[in-house]
């Protein structure tokens, strides 16, 4: 806490509650509700569901036609999908040596969990640091959108991924550049880790590939009670447009393990699988949530969601994963709904018959209601010059030659290791970024 700052040395200063870091930062959940009144207000977990309970799809893309069975419609709408063997060990332990290489020197932010410190370290820091700093009462935990980016990456990992995650399935492509939403992020934790209770904003489709460790998912309905025994937070979309919004909560449903409160020793799911509760004590009302769905996810898994949900992680060992969303027809229109609820006022401008119109006009439409805003009478027809300006560069950044890729890898293991303890094939990347972290390569 900043209060105090300046008084001499144990002179008395205003006494502030203890709170989470960037909690308090937001529109609380019970003013947002109130403030929007009965529009777009969700009460029920059967509304929020889509009218039935979601549950976990299980999908093995070694099998022939696996991933390409995914119901575009379908997805990030109600259920829950996991992908099995998405990608294999060697792809994952290749790709992750390229991005040390690349942007093991960025800088990036991290933090310990449960002792609320923050700081600053470069990626092949972090990766030490959730390695060897690392327990459930302090745990390590890092998220950057730019280190992909700038390791020139995406288009490897992109080329890997199943045809229902591609750009041309994914409708925030079609939106000009300075309306979509960060593209591919890193997110390393260490045993112990977890990530805020939140919701994503927009409420798109949420995906998440774990290339190593594994990761306990716990996810909640967005309804007005759950939200207000969440304490939870409405914080806007950042950027120019200010779409739409996200909320966030500073409880930590992993807190007590097994009955002990924030235990330092991390629970291993192989020897029975543990119960987790939030600190009773100070969130009694959450302690009584209960999720609507649980998922374990393991190494070279993907995992596709629906981004509403309040949803949040906890890592059993060191993870590493790459976050991402997309907009499709599942989602579409709890997205669009969202940007006219936040943003425009409401339904009161569309025209009639607007919901059987085709997809991109709809996008445009309400894209056009916000651009709008910030040039009245002008806005849509500023959207659609900057529509128009993009086309033809849309789907060329995934366009991959995976022969080539594999002879690139082949060179870039050699700068691990010269003479690999193992094949890649048999050095899964946990094993490899331990022996990293270790500066034993």
């Given at each position: ?7 001499p040395?144990?002179?008395?200063g205003?006494v ?7 909690h308090?930062r937001g529109l609380?959940?019970?003013a947002?509700?109130a403030a929007?009144?009965e ?6 977990t059967?509304?929020?569901?889509g009218?039935?309970p979601?549950?976990?799809v299980?999908i ?5 036609g696996?991933s390409d069975?995914l119901p575009?419609d ?10 099995e063997h998405?990608v294999?060990?060697?792809?994952a332990?290749?790709w992750f040596t ?5 942007s093991?020197?960025q800088?990036?932010?991290y ?10 370290c ?8 959730i390695?060897?700093a690392s ?14 980016q ?5 288009e490897?990992l992109?080329s890997?991924?199943?045809g ?8 925030f ?6 309306m ?6 890193l ?7 977890c990530s805020?209770?939140?919701t994503?904003?927009l ?6 590939l774990l290339?190593?460790g594994s990761?306990?998912?716990k996810f909640?309905p967005?309804?007005e009670?759950v939200g207000?025994?969440?304490d939870?937070?409405?914080r806007e979309m950042?950027?120019?447009?200010h ?8 409880i ?6 097994n009955g002990?409160?924030?235990?330092e020793r ?5 020897c ?5 509760a ?8 959450a ?9 374990m996810q393991g190494?070279?898994e993907?995992i ?5 949900y309040f949803?949040q992680?906890?890592h059993y ?15 579409l229109?709890?997205?669009?709904n969202?940007?006219?609820?936040f943003?425009?006022g ?6 009639l018959g607007?919901?059987?119109r ?5 996008m445009?439409?309400?894209?056009g209601?916000v651009?709008?805003?910030?040039w ?14 993009k086309?033809?560069?849309?789907h060329a950044a995934?366009m991959v030659?995976?022969d080539?890729?594999?002879e690139?890898?082949e060179?870039?293991l ?6 690999p ?9 946990s094993?490899?970024a331990l ?7």
């Amino acid at each position: 806490s900043k209060a105090g700052r300046g008084l001499p040395l144990g002179a008395a200063g205003p006494v502030m509650e203890q709170r989470d870091p960037g909690h308090g930062r937001g529109l609380s959940w019970a003013a947002f509700v109130a403030a929007r009144g009965e529009e777009g207000r969700t009460t029920t977990t059967t509304a929020a569901t889509g009218g039935a309970p979601p549950k976990v799809v299980r999908i093995d893309c070694r099998r022939r036609g696996g991933s390409d069975n995914l119901p575009l419609d379908q997805l990030g709408f109600r259920d829950v999908y996991v992908l099995e063997h998405v990608v294999d060990d060697t792809f994952a332990a290749t790709w992750f040596t390229k991005l040390l290489r690349e942007s093991g020197h960025q800088q990036v932010n991290y933090w310990h969990q449960r002792c609320f410190f923050e700081g600053s370290c470069s990626v092949a820091s972090a990766l030490r640091r959730i390695h060897l700093a690392s327990d459930h009462r302090s745990a390590v935990m890092m998220m950057d959108e730019n280190v992909i980016q700038r390791a020139n990456l995406m288009e490897d990992l992109q080329s890997r991924l199943p045809g229902a995650l591609q750009p041309e399935a994914d409708l925030f492509q079609r939106w000009p550049a300075s309306m979509q939403p960060a593209k591919q992020c890193l997110v390393m934790g260490g045993a112990g880790g977890c990530s805020t209770l939140h919701t994503d904003m927009l409420g798109w489709t949420g995906w998440n590939l774990l290339l190593a460790g594994s990761k306990h998912w716990k996810f909640f309905p967005p309804v007005e009670e759950v939200g207000e025994a969440f304490d939870a937070e409405v914080r806007e979309m950042g950027g120019q447009f200010h779409l739409g919004f996200s909320c966030t909560s500073p409880i930590d449903m992993y807190h007590t393990v097994n009955g002990e409160p924030c235990p330092e020793r991390v629970p291993d799911p192989r020897c029975g699988r543990p119960s987790f509760a939030p600190d009773a004590r100070r969130y009694p009302a959450a302690a009584g949530v209960e999720p609507l769905i649980e998922v374990m996810q393991g190494p070279n898994e993907l995992i596709i969601f629906p981004a509403h949900y309040f949803h949040q992680t906890y890592h059993y060992e060191p993870t590493i994963a790459i976050a991402c969303q997309m907009l499709n027809k599942g989602c579409l229109d709890r997205v669009l709904n969202q940007i006219l609820n936040f943003r425009c006022g409401g339904h009161a401008s569309l025209p009639l018959g607007f919901w059987g119109r085709p997809e991109e006009e709809q996008m445009k439409f309400v894209l056009g209601l916000v651009a709008d805003k910030l040039w009245p009478g002008r806005g849509h027809s500023y959207l659609e010059q900057m529509w128009n300006g993009k086309r033809g560069l849309r789907h060329a950044a995934w366009m991959v030659n995976r022969d080539e890729e594999e002879e690139d890898d082949e060179e870039v293991l050699e700068w691990i290791d010269e003479e690999p303890a193992a094949p890649p094939s048999a050095q899964p990347l946990s094993r490899l970024a331990l022996r990293l972290a270790l500066g034993s390569v």
